[in-house]
């Protein structure tokens, strides 16, 4: 048998093409579509399986949105749960490390730890009303951070008492892999939460936009495509790119219109202490109310109208429907890049022609990044109920600090009389 040291030493020498094969996934595709489809050609059966997929996943996506804010938080809580399970199995399989001391229990202890801390900031700045009510959740609250540092620490330290000689190298690999899963996953889902909150349509329209991009430049290509797009995606072709580009910012421009007309999708997502449930109740924002805008005289002789009513979110929807359809794919070229580095055609073969949870939502992570940014550079604004939440949570001296500095400042402005007094 090769000693471990001296196969750790032939696998740092190796080039690309040297990377031990993955086992490839196995066929999951359900019986009864492999017997109606057993006449069609492989092109054609896999266009019809990821067809009739796609339309199920998009319905059981419909009616998680029906059923609610929460229930969407759940999902995005499995789905990065799932693409960690998918690329760290990758990780194990490729380094042949399931027999590593304690190392499988490690990973899913740092996924919880992580998950822990991101999650308790969500929790601590979104339900402060709901915190101040409950002792317990007050110093899990107060503590969080040096919680969830000591519970990292932990890992961290079990993670040094598990290194073994012969083994060091390898350990250190799996280690560096676990970590940036981590980023790539549970951050990114953790933005998605975030831009949820600002508002159900801040996460149905980007998502959307991607799954109509994937989509409709899956379509083009299939029928029209010829010119070869990148090397490391040899069947995305110039023709789907393109027609995905437009189709997709029609798409989020006419999806942005059908939302922006309710308050369920426009306002923010609040937790209700007293009813115990989230509530998406408000006056919507200037952002989804209809105004008239000047068409361009260049485009005034070709569509004959002078104005046009819409919402201003509308204008928004084409930078979040740009960013999908032209940087958005590039989340797919590095997975694509990821999967030829380690030889294998999908992350899993969970959901069938589709591959695996990760083959849908690699796109979906940088979306989520771009949509975070961009809201916190030119959307979000000071927000009076947020900043109320925080200081019913300060010792009564504080709020009556914080109450005496404010109407000092607003006599000071004249926007209070002195002789009023509280």
Aim: proline share 5%; hydrophobic share 45%.
């Amino acid at each position: 048998e090769v000693d471990l040291e001296e196969r750790l030493h032939e696998l740092d020498l190796r080039n690309d093409s040297d990377i031990p094969d993955v086992p490839p996934p196995t066929d999951s595709t359900p019986e009864i579509l492999k017997r109606a489809l057993s006449g069609l050609s492989a092109r054609w059966k896999n266009w019809w399986i990821r067809g009739i997929l796609s339309l199920a996943m998009i319905s059981g996506f419909f009616l998680i949105i029906y059923l609610g804010s929460f229930m969407l938080m759940l999902l995005v809580l499995s789905i990065q749960v799932k693409c960690y399970h998918e690329i760290i199995t990758i990780g194990y399989r490729v380094y042949h490390s399931y027999d590593l001391p304690w190392f499988r229990s490690l990973s899913w202890y740092f996924l919880l730890c992580v998950n822990y801390f991101f999650y308790g900031e969500t929790v601590a700045d979104y339900f402060a009303t709901f915190v101040q009510r409950r002792e317990q959740l007050q110093f899990l609250i107060r503590y969080h951070r040096f919680i969830s540092f000591a519970l990292y620490l932990t890992g961290f330290c079990m993670f040094v008492l598990s290194l073994v000689k012969k083994h060091y190298r390898l350990q250190f690999y799996m280690f560096a892999w676990t970590h940036v899963t981590l980023l790539i996953t549970v951050t990114q889902s953790h933005l998605v939460i975030q831009n949820l909150f600002e508002g159900m349509i801040w996460f149905l329209v980007p998502i959307s936009s991607v799954i109509c991009n994937d989509i409709t430049a899956y379509i083009f290509g299939f029928f029209f495509g010829r010119t070869p797009l990148i090397k490391l995606s040899p069947k995305k072709t110039w023709e789907g790119f393109i027609g995905g580009f437009f189709s997709t910012v029609v798409f989020g421009f006419i999806f942005s219109y059908f939302l922006a007309q309710h308050q369920y999708f426009v306002c923010p997502v609040e937790y209700n202490s007293e009813t115990n449930r989230f509530v998406t109740e408000c006056e919507p924002s200037e952002l989804f109310q209809m105004k008239k805008y000047s068409v361009p005289p260049l485009l005034q002789t070709v569509l004959g109208w002078e104005t046009v009513n819409m919402y201003p979110f509308q204008m928004h929807s084409f930078a979040l429907s740009t960013f999908a359809s032209l940087i958005g794919p590039f989340g797919g070229f590095f997975a694509s890049g990821f999967k030829r580095a380690f030889k294998i055609k999908d992350f899993a073969d969970t959901i069938p022609g589709h591959g695996g949870i990760m083959d849908r939502f690699d796109c979906q992570y940088l979306m989520a990044t771009f949509v975070h940014v961009y809201i916190t550079s030119f959307i979000r604004g000071p927000n009076p109920s947020k900043l109320l939440k925080q200081l019913l949570i300060l010792q009564p001296e504080q709020q009556l600090s914080v109450y005496k500095t404010l109407k000092s400042h607003l006599v000071e402005k004249g926007i209070l009389q002195p002789s009023l007094r509280g």
